[in-house]
């Protein structure tokens, strides 16, 4: 395992060395998740998994002690960085070690990782770029999910498949994965460190303009010990959600350009 106390306000991870194996990476950007830590990785199928990096964004709780005993790659901030803050350095991490694929698992136990596999097998056949563990593809009510959340999610999903030109059935999940050629394309060290993260970077995909995106059916769990953001803080979320879609509209028009939205590097052709 390894420790890693980053600087004070500093995103960037010093991982273990790469090695030819790591292939598939998970990454999990973890705040107080100790209740929920063991089940998630339990679910894990570690026979496609390669490393996992957990990022600790100064948890109160026995987060890093569990990650530890579990033989995770811990690194932990010295400061909360916040939810976006914890992906740069879980990204930059993961790039470093080598990965080709890198997930980006949620360990509050909301999303069943052992569809990991049917997540990553696109990207690992060069069909896609991005996936998303959607929950919209079932019944997240069934799940547990509350009906304004609900709501809230299929009125911000319809608002981004209009303004992406995408035809996705949810953009809000907590179980994702990237290739290695669109984290080192994208700008995503350029983004919010909030929750917003997310949808900055989706939008950062669609403005790359060459990237393909998928998407499978995740089933959902909703339960007292999971971790889940409240209706104030929804609300600044959904907000921030579409002030991405307006970024981005005006970037995609040309009546004003977006730093973020600029990729960092060129895009390759379709394979």
């Given at each position: 395992?390894?420790?890693?106390?980053?600087?004070?306000?500093?995103?960037?991870?010093?991982?273990?060395?790469?090695?030819?194996?790591?292939?598939?990476?998970?990454?999990?950007?973890?705040?107080?998740?100790a209740?929920?830590?063991?089940?998630?990785?339990?679910?894990?199928?570690?026979?496609?998994?390669?490393?996992?990096?957990?990022?600790?964004?100064?948890?109160?709780?026995?987060?890093?002690?569990?990650?530890?005993?579990?033989?995770?790659?811990?690194?932990?901030?010295?400061?909360?960085l916040?939810?976006?803050?914890?992906?740069?350095?879980?990204?930059?991490?993961?790039?470093?070690?080598?990965a080709?694929?890198?997930?980006?698992?949620?360990?509050?136990?909301?999303?069943?990782?052992?569809?990991?596999?049917?997540?990553?097998?696109?990207?690992?056949?060069?069909?896609?770029?991005?996936?998303?563990?959607?929950?919209?593809?079932?019944?997240?009510?069934?799940?547990?999910?509350?009906?304004?959340?609900?709501?809230?999610n299929?009125?911000?999903?319809?608002?981004e498949?209009?303004?992406?030109?995408?035809?996705?059935?949810?953009?809000?999940?907590?179980?994702?994965?990237?290739?290695?050629?669109?984290?080192?394309?994208?700008?995503?060290?350029?983004?919010?460190?909030?929750?917003?993260?997310?949808?900055?970077?989706?939008?950062?995909?669609?403005?790359?303009?060459?990237?393909r995106?998928?998407?499978?059916?995740?089933?959902?769990?909703?339960?007292?010990?999971?971790?889940?953001?409240?209706?104030?803080?929804?609300?600044?979320?959904g907000?921030?959600?579409?002030?991405?879609?307006?970024?981005?509209?005006?970037?995609?028009?040309?009546?004003?350009?977006?730093?973020?939205?600029?990729a960092?590097?060129?895009?390759?052709?379709?394979?």
């Amino acid at each position: 395992m390894t420790r890693y106390d980053p600087p004070v306000n500093a995103n960037t991870a010093a991982p273990p060395p790469a090695t030819p194996r790591n292939r598939v990476v998970i990454v999990m950007p973890a705040y107080n998740a100790a209740k929920t830590l063991e089940r998630t990785y339990a679910d894990i199928p570690h026979e496609v998994v390669d490393r996992i990096i957990l990022v600790d964004d100064v948890s109160r709780d026995e987060t890093v002690r569990i990650a530890e005993s579990l033989g995770l790659d811990v690194i932990i901030h010295r400061q909360n960085l916040g939810y976006g803050g914890n992906q740069k350095t879980c990204y930059d991490a993961a790039l470093a070690s080598g990965a080709e694929v890198v997930v980006m698992l949620h360990p509050d136990y909301q999303y069943d990782a052992t569809r990991i596999p049917a997540l990553i097998q696109p990207i690992l056949e060069g069909e896609v770029d991005l996936m998303l563990g959607s929950r919209f593809l079932g019944d997240p009510l069934a799940g547990g999910m509350p009906r304004w959340k609900y709501v809230s999610n299929r009125f911000l999903t319809g608002v981004e498949n209009l303004a992406f030109g995408l035809h996705l059935s949810e953009y809000h999940t907590g179980l994702r994965a990237y290739s290695r050629h669109l984290l080192e394309t994208i700008p995503y060290r350029l983004n919010s460190d909030d929750f917003v993260f997310d949808q900055e970077l989706i939008a950062q995909v669609v403005a790359a303009g060459d990237f393909r995106v998928g998407e499978i059916a995740v089933p959902t769990r909703y339960f007292v010990e999971a971790s889940s953001v409240g209706l104030r803080r929804s609300i600044v979320y959904g907000l921030s959600t579409l002030r991405v879609v307006i970024r981005y509209l005006l970037h995609r028009t040309k009546l004003r350009r977006s730093p973020k939205l600029t990729a960092a590097g060129r895009p390759r052709g379709r394979r």
